[in-house]
């Protein structure tokens, strides 16, 4: 019986496994390539959103305050109501027991009077101020959550890309880089709006 050729079983072996290799080594490349700028991107959604809950934090920590001082600008526009009403009770006992009250009481009404619209428009105009730092404060938290959102997207890629790439699974790595996008597109959204 002729023998048949010989082929080496080995080096065949060895060039199926060095190509498998190569295929898988681009393969994983791309994956740890594309989930390094997932991460990079996640980071930088994150700083993001960081930063507008503080600017958040602190518009909302200006209208308080601006709030405070319309409450006090608001007890001191009663006070002066009061001043007045005292000014008008006291000229009216003149009147009652049939005398013409001294004009000073009259120029004094009239002065309190006075300060209390100077008053009422200062209080207004700090609680102008209160809403516009509230209503800011209201856009930059709407801003926060969408940079969480593209955070959690990201962060779920990333996850993607390391399943993936422990299973060498072209539809997972697919998947990762679809939410990835996703991310980008709620982070750009949120940079928008």
Do not use: C
């Amino acid at each position: 019986m002729p023998e048949a050729p010989e082929i080496e079983t080995e080096k065949l072996h060895e060039a199926i496994h060095e190509e498998l290799e190569k295929e898988g080594g681009s393969f994983l490349k791309r994956i740890a390539l594309s989930t390094a700028l997932l991460a990079a991107l996640a980071a930088l959604a994150s700083l993001r959103a960081g930063a507008t809950v503080n600017e958040a934090l602190v518009l909302k920590t200006e209208a308080t305050r601006l709030q405070a001082e319309a409450s006090d600008q608001w007890a001191y526009y009663q006070a002066k109501g009061v001043k007045a009403a005292i000014q008008e009770a006291t000229r009216a006992s003149w009147t009652a027991i049939g005398k013409e009250p001294p004009a000073e009481y009259r120029e004094k009404q009239e002065r309190y009077l006075e300060e209390q619209k100077e008053v009422m428009s200062k209080a207004q105009e700090l609680e102008r101020g209160r809403d516009d730092k509230s209503r800011e404060a209201d856009h930059l938290l709407h801003q926060h959550h969408r940079f969480a959102t593209a955070v959690a997207l990201f962060q779920v890629a990333i996850a993607l890309g390391a399943v993936a790439a422990l299973t060498r699974n072209r539809l997972v790595w697919l998947g990762s880089l679809l939410l990835g996008l996703g991310g980008l597109g709620t982070a750009a959204w949120s940079l928008l709006g």
